[in-house]
Structure formats: structure tokens, C-alpha cells
């Protein structure tokens, strides 16, 4: 079981951490340059970002991190050389039910497909079940995101909507599904033992 | 062209945020009807912040929000909106709000309801509209269903009010189920003499 002394941020490859406005920047705005990650990251529509955009996005982040209090936002890192792989999130969170929007991906390439994204999974629903004490979390994605699909369905997520025909790109229509999953599910899950 | 503002029961008007902010200082008193409506805490805000936060909203593309007035005597009794989150998409996320409650399960939401679709898919060029409400309400559900919206999906215990969990429902409605919709109820009337 988890407990006070087991580390929040801290999973096998990969950590939490903070952004940092001094290189992270750089690295962002290269992912935003790589459209097959951000098409899948994103329902609005995709455009590169220069380092100084990124480093202004960071700014407002951190400023309704401060103001609003229902938005957690980390950066993942590999723990080898606390290289940034990607990024994690807890947004849109209303307190008065305990209902979050998870949103989570890998932005260096060869980091893909790798196990990296399920650790970082496990640490952000255990900050969101174990830390902010969330009756549930809702993640939303097109349906042509297979590996979120199948990412989701392994920590126990259940299909709870499916916006039909509500994606439209490349000139194709694909369904926005979203997936939820409870804390006591969560709790009863291997993903909870520790 | 059919009429864009006018229904069999109701019209759809321009917005006056000093008028409106002067009905929702009375509507919001209703704790029932808020909670109905609303997916946030229901709060009491001045009638100078409602206008405030209502002009404010005039000013951008992404809303467009109607005053609801009876055809018969031109009563105030609600509100209805369509948010465009994405005009990628072509997608909008509708709202309405009936606040006398002397107008409830009449038929006027549901003619609103209609004006506003139409709106959505003959004005903005929308491909589909959404909407969420909580799966207690069933008047709306019952209403939304005649209009033709088809429900998506179910978020489990996602509402929380005196203890006791709810959950949501997202419905969405297609344009070219509309369409088929129309098209249904004008050879209908066609084919009686």
C-alpha cells in the first residue's frame, strides 16, 4: 500500500517535476513542430510554437496554478539524466463534486511506446486519488488515439461517452470518447498496491 | 426560409444584460431551478457582476446567447445559448435556462430548444451540438430527446449535491440527423390536406 513515506514524484524511469522556464522551452517548441504528437495531444487546432510562445504558455500555466487552483500540471522527466520526456496533468478540477480532466503525453519520440507513459500515469492518478483526494478523474480523447485507448482501458478506465462523429480531420470524422475512472476502482485496482 | 427567431410559443431576442441581470437576480433565488442548470456551486452574485460578466460576453464569437420571450404576451422567462469551443470542430455545446417557473413543462423550452438548434445548424453552419445535464432532470432529458438529440453517454457520480452522487449525461445531436428530422416533419404537414 502507498503511504506518507512512499514518494509521490518518483516512479521507476521516470519523475515529476516542475517546469523549467530556462531549457524546457526549447524542447516544447520542438514537439509542436511533430504533428502526429500534437494532433494527438490536442482537440484545437495544432500550430508550431516558437520557445519564446512556449515560455509565455508556461507563464499562464503557472499563473492559474496560482490564482485558480484547479489545474496540476508536471513535467516528466526520464530519471537517467532528468532528461524532459513529456507532461502531465490535472485540469478543469471542481472540488465541490472531486471530478478532474487527466491529460498526459510523451513528446520525445523515441521515449514512445515504451512504458514511460504508464509510469507517469500511475504517479498522476495517485497525486489525484491519493493527494487531491478526486472522487473520480475524465480523460478525453479522439478515437483514433489507439495507444491512449489501450493505455486507459489497462489502469481500469471505463468508456463513459462517445461524442459521435465529434473529430474532424484530414478530411475524416472520428467520435470523442472519454473514459472515467473512480477512486474506489482505482483503490481496488494492482495500480494502487504500491 | 422558415423564420430563424420565431417558434409556435416562443421568440428568441437579443440579450440586455441590464434586463436579464435583473431577471437572473430573482431566477437565482430558485436554488432548484440553479442546480438544475448549473454543473458549478450555485451562488448569489449582484446584479452588477451578472451584468458585468454578461456584457463581457457579448463582446467574443464563441457564445451566443438568446433571451427566450413567450409569443403571447412577451413574458421574459429564460435564456439559451450555444458556446463554440473549437470552430475547428464544428461543434457547439448548448444551454438553456427557463427561469418562471409557471412556463416549466409546457412546451416552451422545447420550442426554444428548437429555434436555437436551428440556429446552430442553419446560421453557424454547425456539424453537431452538444449538451450535458444531469440525468436527474428528466423534463429536460425528455425534452431534448423530442428534439432529437440522442444520449452519448453517462459520467458516472460526476455530481455531488446534499451527499448524494448523480451522474451526467452528454447527448449530442448530428446535423444530418437534424436534417432528416426536418425533412420527416415537412412531408408530414405535406401529406394532410
Do not use: C
Given at each position: ?28 517548441s ?39 487552483k ?8 526520464a530519471?537517467?539524466?532528468d ?30 511506446s ?10 498522476l ?32 478506465f ?15 470524422f ?12 482505482w483503490r ?7 | ?20 441581470a ?5 431566477w ?62 464544428g461543434e457547439?455545446?448548448l ?16 420550442d ?8 446552430g ?6 456539424r ?7 440525468a ?7 425534452s431534448y ?28 445531436l ?6 432528416e428530422?426536418?425533412n ?10
Amino acid at each position: 500500500m502507498f503511504g506518507i513515506q512512499t514518494q509521490l514524484f518518483e516512479a521507476q524511469d521516470v519523475r515529476f517535476g516542475p517546469i523549467d522556464h530556462e531549457t524546457h522551452p526549447e524542447i516544447e517548441s520542438r514537439w509542436t513542430h511533430d504533428e502526429e504528437f500534437t494532433r494527438l495531444m490536442e482537440l484545437k487546432p495544432v500550430r508550431p510554437l516558437s520557445p519564446a510562445m512556449v515560455k509565455k504558455q508556461y507563464e499562464t500555466i503557472e499563473k492559474d496554478m496560482d490564482e485558480q487552483k484547479n489545474l496540476f500540471y508536471f513535467t516528466i522527466l526520464a530519471r537517467d539524466e532528468d532528461r524532459l520526456i513529456g507532461k502531465a496533468l490535472i485540469e478543469w478540477v471542481d472540488w465541490s463534486s472531486g471530478n478532474g480532466f487527466i491529460r498526459i503525453g510523451i513528446g520525445e519520440p523515441e521515449f514512445r511506446s515504451k512504458g514511460y507513459g504508464s509510469q507517469a500515469l500511475g504517479l498522476l492518478l495517485r497525486y489525484a486519488f491519493g493527494e487531491l483526494n478526486l472522487y473520480r478523474v475524465t480523460a478525453v480523447m479522439p478515437a483514433y488515439n489507439e495507444g491512449a485507448l489501450r493505455l486507459f482501458q489497462k489502469f481500469g478506465f471505463v468508456e463513459e461517452v462517445r461524442r459521435r462523429k465529434a473529430m474532424h480531420r484530414d478530411g475524416e470524422f472520428w467520435d470523442i470518447v472519454s473514459f472515467g475512472l473512480l477512486n474506489a476502482e482505482w483503490r481496488k485496482s494492482d495500480w494502487a498496491q504500491g | 426560409m422558415k423564420s430563424l427567431y420565431r417558434g409556435s410559443l416562443v421568440r428568441l431576442a437579443s440579450v440586455q444584460p441590464d434586463l436579464l441581470a435583473k431577471s437572473l437576480l430573482k431566477w437565482d433565488r430558485d436554488s432548484e431551478a440553479q442546480r438544475l442548470g448549473d454543473f458549478m456551486p450555485v451562488q448569489l452574485q449582484s446584479e452588477k457582476k451578472i451584468k458585468e460578466y454578461l456584457e463581457k460576453r457579448e463582446e467574443n464569437n464563441t457564445s451566443y446567447r438568446f433571451s427566450i420571450l413567450t409569443l403571447a404576451g412577451d413574458v421574459f422567462i429564460g435564456f439559451t445559448s450555444l458556446w463554440v469551443n473549437d470552430w475547428n470542430l464544428g461543434e457547439a455545446w448548448l444551454g438553456i435556462f427557463i427561469g418562471e417557473r409557471d412556463y416549466w413543462g409546457k412546451g416552451y423550452g422545447t420550442d426554444a430548444m428548437r429555434l436555437i438548434v436551428q440556429y446552430g445548424f442553419m446560421e453557424l453552419n454547425l456539424r453537431r451540438i452538444s449538451l450535458g445535464l444531469h440525468a436527474f432532470n428528466e423534463r429536460a432529458l425528455k425534452s431534448y430527446l423530442k428534439v432529437g438529440f440522442r444520449v452519448e453517454g453517462r459520467e458516472r457520480g460526476v455530481f455531488l449535491r446534499d451527499g448524494v452522487r448523480y451522474d451526467d449525461l452528454v447527448m449530442g445531436l448530428l446535423r444530418e440527423e437534424w436534417l432528416e428530422i426536418q425533412n420527416e416533419t415537412n412531408t408530414g404537414n405535406a401529406s394532410k390536406p
